[in-house]
Nanobody
Framework: QVQLVESGGGLVQPGGSLRLSCACS????????MAWYRQAPGNGRKLVAR???????NYADSVSGRFTISSDNAKNTVYLQMNSLKPEDTAVYYC?????????????WGQGTQVTVSS
């Protein structure tokens, strides 16, 4: 099995910063994608940023230039640095990883961490 443990969420004022972490453990060989999604009340879960095992990163337009995704492959950890936070960034943020076993992709989710941007 795969376990994903997120941390770093909380309450921050507009314009502030937070750094989310997601530590992966268990049967985690052959991870090739790590990502962050978010879900605001009344909305579906949406991709925020993703990074491949080769280091290629992609961002949602709404966070491009403000958020940075990075990974430490030795620690099997993915990070999301969030700067210039806005109230509309308020959501539950979920870590997601995808790996292959015998050539078959498997996806795993973390439990989510709340980020609230408010004055």
């Amino acid at each position: 099995q795969v376990q994903l443990v997120e941390s770093g969420g909380g309450l921050v004022q507009p314009g502030g910063s937070l750094r989310l972490s997601c530590a992966c453990s268990g049967s985690i060989r052959n991870i090739y994608v790590m990502a962050w999604y978010r879900q605001a009340p009344g909305n579906g879960r949406k991709l925020v940023a993703r990074i491949t095992d080769g280091g290629s990163a992609n961002y949602a337009d709404s966070v491009s230039g403000r958020f940075t995704i990075s990974s430490d492959n030795a620690k099997n950890t993915v990070y999301l640095q969030m700067n210039s936070l806005k109230p509309e960034d308020t959501a539950v943020y979920y870590c997601y990883v995808e790996l292959k076993r015998n050539g078959v992709p498997h996806g795993y989710w973390g439990q989510g961490t709340q980020v609230t941007v408010s004055s």
